[in-house]
Structures are given as structure tokens and as C-alpha cells.
């Protein structure tokens, strides 16, 4: 990696005021994306601004009808919390499946979330449960939010603090993995709840993207015979080594009926 | 006093001596290592395929911090360093010599693969060299890429190398052309066969690393190095790389994370950090990144083969054509022309009888990373296409897999039996073994479990293997003959100390196969000494006498056979020493685990008691008999040693996402003597591992600007603990018959035996669907297209027909 100066804040206002000050500098989470960028040189941030020492970033909290989750906590924190096991337990399900235990020990919910990686888990179940993204100065709704390939509405200088995820009465992920990377080769989040039936799919396009056939078809009839008979098009979907543009397609029509079956 | 002693000898499943320092993070392995005012050094490479070099400037990144020097090809001719030389010289038909181009330290006008190295930047940081490597401006001009073989060969195909026209290394056969066309043209039906042995990356979990040290008070340089065989490595690199004798350069092989054939070779970062640091009279360390290994550690496998089986009317087989094109890469490594030929054409008889084979190997150089020996070397290759070639030939044939597996068995009252393609197999039971494994592996209970599967939405399919292999590498006239420039015997030298505990030294060199285990296990067993007291010592040139390293499963066959020729020798004086001691003629003392006797009577003395009046000589025959107690043997085997067995794996198939999961996995192997059976399962195990990732997941694959698109962990799959079942292990034994041990060797097997396996369970799995088979790796993609008829499936060479 190249040189870096390197900020470790103990407050939100201190991380925003480092990153207002620098557009060259990038905070770091768990770093399970950003790192391996830097070692290969991919990236080349004047400063890391660390968040990892901001308590006020950590923790799940319920707040009404939604649960509110600092954008620190850790995969494993997800995974395991006793608030997120028993309100939404496809997204604690769903964050034991990231990674492996090393990943999911460093890696981060606001870090998936605002690196968008297409292949990441976090973005489906955002999108899927409509969940709302508070940064240091607004909230975005989550269909605002994604906006392409490793791009989301975060403005330069923009911090995320929490995501709110609005408690559904019913939601399920399935995924199929990348057997190289173990990356979702498609995923797709259901869920049912106060903004209706909305279905998210990952992995298998350039970015995070709602499948409103299938979430027509689930508001009619929650099963998975529902969705069985809807075929996503290819268009537009990724195509490489491991699965060409037409087995992503077919791929979201299984993960979408496993996902209601898990639901 | 009554001492129990744990029996610890051969046949115990002693926990491994080395296993405390593995486990508790206290391994020293090469990267570990660091020396007083060491720089370091970072290759640039190759970001092209084929280009030729215009120019070089390195002004800009010379005038960078740290940086101590830079040097390019240019450097490495002025200093009169040769080439990076190649083992094994193949002859071909006509007796033509296999093409054998210059191979440079650092790429020379052109280079030929994406990572080839072309300059090197030695700073007093990693980071300032890689600094640097970048402010150096190569100006290429582009050539045609040869990103595989069929466009190495293609009609008007550029040459990588002058000296090499049409791209080709060698054109070999072996065996007896005329009698096999005489079989085919009685045969009653011919089955053909075309697959391609998938590339392979090893990805050792420990990176290689180089570190070279210069001292100029002796002038002797160091290199330590992430080697399966130091010797090997001072030998290739003293010899004809730097020109320096034996006796000033040093190379050690530390512990090693790892090897699987890619450490054997001698790799221009060696050369380059030892040439380096007597240049600039400071160390120089080099260690690659994971994305340097995938772009410099020699691949494995990458055969492209036709083979044609002629069969009588009842299955027997009468006679076998295979004809084979074997990827070099772009320049020849260590081992590269003996894979395809001696490693691989030698092994086409299989276990079974057929009389007549004809074997032909086109070597081929393409603008790839060069290809070498991977865990089996060769013999995977052959046992996947015999293995394959068999079960489509059963289908064809109407017959049962196991039945035209057995009519076609090499018998036990047949051994030794005389292949028709040169090798002498001296033992096995082939019905034992897959008896053995078809009882492990339930086989008669697997329709029933193939109905549940189906039941269940799943496509259950179950394959077998019954394989052998040779290895135990190797009679050195033997492979003089072949093309070898090296004997491959091995040297062991034992050294029993004053009061009594013991050194071995040895030329093999371990790295994960728990040698310092089971090699003290022998001395405990032969010198009746606990294991306590043995002491393991490889991996330096300056402390063991010589030495072939670890590869080709040799190390307990050959190395192994080496300590009991030298404990035979300190046996021999001992008695010698005894009968003095005890005044009683030689030819009366027995020796008895660490006791010498006077025959029939209760006069006796230890080995301590030995070796003390060896070092002690007070009383002692000095006139007749030298002081002390050590002893070298150089033992070369009389012949490769033959592992086989029966491998069964189970399949579940998921329709709807083409997943494979391997539900269960048996093998029962022949490995000869087992010494510890746990280190030898752990060894299968790993093996299997392997086999399994070959058959179902790992890919190497260059796009046609020759880049290669797995060069990470992100494309390149590995195996993982969650792809694999329980395996369930056995062995039954047939021992070797030329070695003093029994011992045949079971490093590889798990490699060879098992890819065949695997695929024959998906071709059975997807036998409903007409499915005749499946290239490796049976990815979900490949396997959904096949069963959906999508696109995707066209990319698989034709199934049998």
C-alpha cells in the first residue's frame, strides 16, 4: 500500500469534520473491502479516518416499529443479537452466512452498506425491508440509496451512522455462492411488511435491484409457488466465469422460492 | 523400577513432533527470517503476454528513496549468469532432442507470459522497491498471444521462441504402435475418448520467498529458500545459474508451508536475490504476494487427450491409443518434459492387462506460466483418462463398472508384471482393495439412497476409481536412460552421540508430510531408542551430506530406505564394539531393540553403552575399529514403488442450481507399510482434498490476450473444509518388494485416485439425462447447462461419443 496519514476520532463530529477537511480521505470500518485495495494498490487515499473507536456507531436498538442498527456493528454482533434473532431473524440469518468467521468478526454492516458491492448480502436485505440509511445530516431511504456498482447517494464527506430496518411480519434470503469468492452469485431478500411485499435481488446484477413481478405475485399469494414461474430477463445481468448472464437469471427464480419457503 | 515405554515405533500413530511449533505459531519459515542491513527486493513483471522489449529506462526509479540498485537483463548477461536450466531432457521420435529454450533470469528482449519477471528493484523497504518497480517505464510492443495450445499449433502461429519453430517442445511416443493397430483391427468395439486435464494452480498456503546472503570474509553465499529440495537448488542454481561451487554456497530450506511440486523448482527469484546480496554485499530478501504465486508458481496438469480402447466381445481390453498435448507454459521448468512422458504415458496400462499400448506426447510452449509437476504429477492425469475411459466404456459395452474393471485386473500372481509401456509393477491386489472400499462405501445399499436423494429433489450419483501409481522417484540408471540429468537416490547420515540419543540427517526435506515424526519412528523401531531421543535434521546443505529432496512420494521409499541402510552400518560396528566389550566374537552378538547380547547368554550392553566406549575409546578396539558412532548410506531404489487402490465417491446434485456436493467419499489404498496411520490418513485426506478440487471447482483460465482471469482467490476456487464429507480412510497393505521397508509411499494418491471418482459419480448422477461426460470442473454452471441444454454447455468439449 502507499503512504497514508491515519485518524482513529472518538466522535461522529470529529470523523465528519477529518473527512469535510480532506476529500482525498476515506473512512475505514472493518476494512474487508477497502484493505485489500489498498495492498494491491488499488486505492489511494490520502488518510484513513478509522471509526472504529466511536462507540455511539455500535449497537441495535429498537425504536418503534424498527430496528436501529449503528453502522459498526459487526457482522457477528447482527448475526447473534438477541433483538435481531427475534425481530428479524432472516437478517441475523443472513449475517452469519457472510464471509467466513474472520470476515464477519471485522466486517461491518455500514461498511457492506456503503461500499455496495453487488455481490455483497447487506444491500438485498436493505432494499428488500425498505430500510432507511441515517447519515450525519439526513436520512435516504433505501430505494434512493443504491445506486449503482459500488455507488450509493452518500455524498463526499458523508457519514453513515445507522440504518434503520422497519420490522416485517415476514421476511427470507436465499443465495447461491460464488464457489471462488463464496461471494452471493445471486441472493435474493423477500420481505412482507408496512411497505407491502418487496423482493431485492444481489450478486446476479451490476447493482442491488427490486423485482416488482415477483413482488406483485407474492402480495397476491405468499409462496413459493408464487414466484416459481416468474423469469427474471438476462439483460443486463453480470456475465463471467462462474455463471453467464442466463444461469444468474434462472438463479433468482430458485433463490426467490427459497427465500419465501425460509421466510 | 518399572517404565512403561509407549510403543512408538512403525505402526504407531504418534502425534506429530512438529505439530507444537506448526500450531502454536513458532514455525520459522523463510519470510520469517531477517539479517543485519537487509534490503529487499520486488520483481516487476510481465504485464503482457508476448511483447518484445524496446527498451527499458530505469533512471526515474534508481533516483527514488531506498532504492540500492536495479537491474534488468542487461545486468544478469554482463555478469555472466546462465539460464535457469531444466532437469529432464526428452527425446522424441527419430531420436530428436526435445527443443530446450534459453530460459533468462530476467526476461531477455521478449517476454512470454504475463508475470514473466523483467526487472528487479532492491531498496531498503519492500515498499520503496515496489515504489520504484512502478517509476520504471518498459516500452513493449505487443505479439500475438499464444494462450493456448491450439493457438501454439495453429498453422502460421507465432514463435515464442526462435529455437523452438511451431511452438513444440517434443513429439514422444512410447510403446508398440504396430501391435496396437493389430489389436484394434480384431477388436470387437472401439471406445474413444477426448478430455482435457484442467490447469491448476497449486497455491501453497505459505507464499514463496527467497533470502541471499553474501560473506565476504569466506565468500560464501546463503540462500534460504522455500524449497522441497536445498540440494537440488544449490546444485541447478551453483552450477549453472551463479557458476559457484558446492562448497561456497549454502542453501537452506527452513520450514516449509507447503510445497505440492511448486517448490521443487529452482525460480529466478532465488538466483536473484543470492546473485544480489554478493553484489551489494547485504542480504536481499524477496517474498512474493499471493498474486505473484498465481502469475510465477509453476501451474500443474493442462493435458489435452485422445484416447481409443479396443475391447473383445466379453469387455476385455486388447489394446490403448492415447495421444496427448501437453502445455509447457512459456519456458521449461525443473521437471516440466517428464510429466506428460515418463511421470504420465508410463502409467497407461492402469491396473489392468492390457497388452498392447501405444502412447504419443506432443510438449507444447505457450505464453503462459510454465507448467510443472503438481501432487501426482502425471499420473492424475492418466488415471482421470483410464478411469473415465473405462466407465464409458462399461456404458458402451452393457457392463457393469465394477465387473469390467475386474476382468480386466492385473491378478496378484501376476506380479511382478511387465507393462507394455516400460514399467515393472512388483505387488498389489487391485480386488482387494476395491473390495475393500465397495464394503466401506456400501455400495450395494446405493440405489436405495439414490431413490431417498430423488425423492428428496436430488440427483444421486456414486463413482469409482481403482488406480494405481508410481512413484518412490527414483532408480537413477533407470531414469538416466529417460533423460534425467540427476540420480535420484537418496542419503541418509546417522549420528548416534555419546550418550546415546541420535541425529538424522536427511536429504529429503519436509514440508506438512510430519517427517521429523515418522522418520524418529524408524530409528526408534530399528535402535530400540525412545523416540524422545531422535532428532530429525533436513533442509540444509551445510549440515547433510547431499540430498534429492521431497516429491514423487520418495521420501520414506527412498529417504527412509537410506536410514536403515545407515543404521544397518552403526549396527554392524556396534556389534563389533559389543564383542570387545563383552570378549565374545562378532558373529555371537545380537542386536535386539537397543541391546546388544552375546548370543544365548545374559551378558549384555545398551547402544548407550556403544556409543559411549565409541566416543570414550579407553577400552575399545582402536587398531581395528575407528572411534565414534556415524554412519552415511546413499540408498538409489531398485525400482518406482506402485501405491493404488479403490476410491468411491457418492454425489448429490442439486437440479435446480447445478451445485455438486460430494455427500461421501471412501478409499481404500494400498500405501505398502504403513509407518504412522495417522499421519498417513492426514496425508490421503489432503490428498482427496485436492483431487476433489481439481474434479469440481479449481480453474485456471487465460482469456486470448493470454491474461489470466483467475489470478486470485476472487476467480481461482479453492477447496474448502465445507466442500468436503467425512472421508472414510482405510488401507490394505501389499508391501513393495525391493524396499527394506515395504513402504510404497502415499503422498499422492489421495491426488490421483480420486478426480475419476468424483466425475463418475456426476456422470452417473446425471445418467437420466444422457449425460455420457463431464469436463472437470463440474462448476454449477456446467452443470446446469448440461441439464437445462442452455449455452454455457458448448463451452465443454463434445461428451463421448
Known amino acids: ?263 | 523400577m518399572n517404565v512403561t515405554i509407549p510403543f512408538e515405533g512403525i505402526g504407531a500413530s504418534v502425534k506429530r513432533k512438529e505439530d507444537l511449533r506448526f500450531l502454536s505459531g513458532r514455525g520459522q519459515y523463510t519470510d520469517d527470517m531477517n539479517r543485519p542491513g537487509q534490503l529487499h527486493a520486488w520483481i516487476l513483471r510481465s504485464p503482457h503476454a508476448h511483447a518484445r522489449i524496446d527498451g527499458i529506462d530505469t533512471a526515474a526509479a534508481a533516483a527514488m528513496p531506498g532504492v540500492a540498485a536495479i537491474y534488468t537483463a542487461r545486468d544478469i548477461e554482463a555478469a555472466g549468469l546462465g539460464g535457469i536450466p531444466c532437469g529432464w531432457q526428452v527425446t522424441g521420435k527419430g531420436g530428436k532432442v526435445m527443443a530446450e529454450p534459453m530460459h533468462p533470469v530476467l526476461a531477455s528482449g521478449k517476454v512470454r507470459h504475463v508475470g514473466d519477471p523483467v526487472a528487479v528493484v532492491i531498496a531498503a523497504s519492500r515498499a520503496e522497491a515496489r515504489d520504484a518497480a512502478e517509476a520504471i517505464e518498459v516500452a513493449y510492443t505487443p505479439l500475438p498471444a499464444l494462450s493456448t495450445m491450439a493457438a501454439a499449433l495453429a498453422p502460421g502461429a507465432v514463435a515464442l521462441h526462435e529455437d523452438a519453430p511451431g511452438n513444440l517442445c517434443f513429439d514422444w511416443e512410447i510403446g508398440d504402435a504396430a501391435a496396437t493397430d493389430a489389436a484394434f483391427a480384431r477388436a470387437h468395439r472401439v471406445v474413444r475418448f477426448e478430455t482435457t486435464n484442467n490447469r491448476l494452480v497449486p497455491n501453497a498456503m505459505e507464499p514463496r520467498a527467497a533470502l541471499g546472503d553474501y560473506d565476504p570474509n569466506s565468500g560464501e553465499h546463503t540462500l534460504i529458500t522455500t524449497s522441497q529440495n536445498p540440494h537440488v537448488i544449490r546444485l541447478l542454481m551453483g552450477a549453472f545459474v551463479l557458476k559457484v561451487p558446492e562448497h561456497k554456497l549454502r542453501v537452506v530450506a527452513p520450514d516449509v508451508g507447503g510445497g505440492f511440486g511448486s517448490k521443487i523448482y529452482h525460480y529466478a527469484e532465488e538466483a536473484i536475490v543470492t546473485w544480489a546480496a554478493a553484489r551489494l554485499k547485504r542480504p536481499v530478501k524477496w517474498t512474493a504476494e499471493r498474486s505473484e504465486s498465481f502469475l510465477s508458481d509453476a501451474h500443474g496438469r493442462d493435458h489435452v487427450t485422445t484416447a481409443e480402447l479396443a475391447l473383445d466381445k466379453d469387455g476385455v481390453f486388447l489394446g490403448l491409443r492415447v495421444a496427448t498435448l501437453a502445455n509447457m507454459g512459456a519456458y521449461l521448468s525443473t521437471f516440466a518434459p517428464a510429466v506428460p512422458t515418463y511421470l504420465s504415458a508410463t502409467l497407461l496400462a492402469g491396473v489392468y492387462r492390457t497388452p498392447a499400448i501405444h502412447g504419443q506426447v506432443k510438449a507444447v510452449f505457450t505464453s503462459t506460466v510454465p507448467v510443472d509437476a503438481y501432487r501426482g504429477a502425471g499420473r492424475p492425469e492418466t488415471t482421470y483418462l483410464l478411469e473415465r475411459l473405462v466407465d464409458v466404456a462399461a456404458k458402451e459395452m452393457g457392463l457393469d463398472r465394477l465387473e469390467i474393471r475386474r476382468r480386466n485386473f492385473i491378478r496378484p500372481d501376476q506380479f511382478p508384471y511387465q507393462t507394455p509401456v516400460a514399467l515393472q509393477y512388483d505387488s498389489g491386489d487391485y480386488e482387494a482393495t476395491l473390495k475393500g472400499a465397495a464394503e466401506a462405501a456400501d455400495l450395494a445399499g446405493f440405489e436405495a439412497r439414490r431413490a431417498a436423494a430423488r425423492a428428496r429433489g436430488r440427483l444421486r450419483g456414486i463413482g469409482i476409481s481403482t488406480y494405481l501409481e508410481a512413484c518412490g522417484i527414483a532408480p537413477s540408471k533407470l531414469v538416466g536412460s529417460l533423460g534425467a540429468r540427476a540420480g535420484l537416490y537418496e542419503v541418509a547420515n546417522i549420528r548416534v552421540h555419546p550418550t546415546g540419543s541420535i541425529s538424522v540427517f536427511t536429504g529429503t526435506h519436509s514440508h506438512g508430510q510430519g517427517h521429523e515424526t515418522t522418520f524418529a519412528q524408524l530409528v526408534s523401531e530399528q535402535l530400540g531408542v525412545p523416540l524422545s531421543q531422535v532428532e530429525i535434521v533436513h533442509g540444509d546443505t551445510s549440515k547433510i551430506p547431499f540430498g534429492m529432496g521431497t516429491y514423487g512420494s520418495r521420501s520414506l521409499a527412498v529417504g527412509g530406505a537410506a536410514m536403515v541402510k545407515a543404521m544397518d552400518k552403526i549396527i554392524a560396528k556396534g556389534r563389533k564394539i559389543a564383542a570387545h566389550l563383552m570378549e565374545a566374537a562378532v558373529e555371537d552378538i545380537e542386536f535386539d531393540r537397543g541391546t546388544f547380547r552375546v548370543a544365548g547368554t545374559d551378558r549384555t550392553r545398551t547402544l548407550t553403552d556403544i556409543s559411549m566406549a565409541a566416543y570414550v575409546p579407553h577400552n575399545y578396539p582402536i587398531d581395528e575399529i575407528e572411534p565414534g558412532l556415524e554412519e552415511t548410506a546413499f540408498y538409489d531404489p531398485k525400482n518406482f514403488t506402485y501405491p493404488g487402490g479403490c476410491h468411491i465417491c457418492e454425489v448429490e446434485i442439486d437440479p435446480e442450481t447445478g451445485e455438486v456436493e460430494v455427500v461421501a467419499f471412501t478409499a481404500c489404498d494400498d500405501v505398502g507399510r504403513v509407518i504412522n496411520p495417522m499421519i498417513v490418513e492426514g496425508q490421503i485426506q489432503g490428498g482427496l482434498a485436492q483431487g476433489i478440487g481439481q474434479a469440481l471447482i479449481e480453474h485456471t483460465a487465460y482469456d486470448a490476450d493470454g491474461q489470466l482471469l483467475t489470478a486470485s482467490f476472487n476467480d481461482y476456487a479453492m477447496p474448502r473444509a465445507s466442500d468436503l464429507p467425512s472421508f472414510a480412510v482405510s488401507t490394505a497393505t501389499t508391501l513393495c518388494t525391493h524396499n527394506p521397508l515395504g513402504v510404497k509411499g502415499c503422498g499422492e494418491v489421495g491426488a490421483i485416485g480420486s478426480p475419476p471418482a468424483v466425475i463418475n459419480a456426476v456422470v452417473d448422477a446425471l445418467r437420466d439425462y444422457g449425460v455420457t461426460h463431464v469436463e472437470m470442473p463440474a462448476t454449477p454452471l456446467k452443470i446446469w447447462s448440461i441439464i437445462h441444454g442452455k449455452s454455457g454447455a458448448e463451452s465443454l468439449p463434445a461428451a463421448a461419443e
Request: charged fraction near 20%.
Open chain 1, 1 to 263: 500500500m502507499y503512504d497514508f496519514a491515519y485518524h482513529k476520532p472518538s466522535s461522529i463530529a470529529d470523523a465528519v469534520k477529518l473527512l469535510s477537511e480532506d476529500p482525498d480521505a476515506k473512512p475505514i470500518s472493518g476494512g474487508m473491502t477497502l484493505l485489500p485495495a489498498l495492498k494491491h494498490r488499488l486505492n489511494r487515499p490520502t488518510a484513513l479516518i478509522d471509526l472504529s473507536a466511536i462507540a455511539e456507531l455500535r449497537g441495535v436498538k429498537q425504536e418503534g416499529g424498527a430496528l436501529v442498527i449503528g453502522a459498526m456493528t459487526k457482522h457477528v454482533e447482527v448475526a447473534t443479537n438477541p433483538l435481531v434473532l427475534g425481530a428479524i431473524p432472516a437478517l441475523a440469518k443472513m449475517a452469519a452466512s457472510i464471509g467466513d468467521t474472520q470476515v464477519r468478526n471485522r466486517g461491518t454492516l455500514g461498511g457492506s452498506l456503503a461500499n455496495n458491492d453487488p455481490a455483497a448480502d447487506y444491500p438485498a436485505a436493505a432494499l428488500a425491508l425498505g430500510a432507511s440509511f441515517i447519515t450525519d445530516r439526513r436520512s435516504i431511504p433505501a430505494d434512493d440509496f443504491f445506486q449503482g456498482m459500488f455507488t450509493t447517494a452518500l455524498e463526499p464527506g458523508e457519514l453513515l451512522i445507522a440504518v434503520s430496518f422497519p420490522i416485517p411480519e415476514k421476511a427470507g434470503y436465499a443465495k447461491l455462492r460464488n464457489p471462488a469468492s463464496r461471494y452471493a452469485m445471486a441472493g435474493v431478500f423477500v420481505a412482507k411488511g408496512g411497505q407491502g411485499v418487496r423482493v431485492a435481488v444481489n450478486g446476479a446484477g451490476p447493482c442491488v435491484f427490486r423485482q416488482p413481478e415477483m413482488e406483485a405475485a407474492l402480495a397476491a399469494n405468499w409462496s413459493p409457488e408464487a414466484v416459481a414461474g416468474i423469469h427474471q430477463s438476462p439483460d443486463d445481468l453480470n456475465s463471467d466465469i462462474h455463471g453467464s448472464a442466463e444461469y444468474r437469471a434462472h438463479l433468482v427464480t430458485v433463490m426467490a422460492k427459497r427465500a419465501v419457503a425460509a421466510a
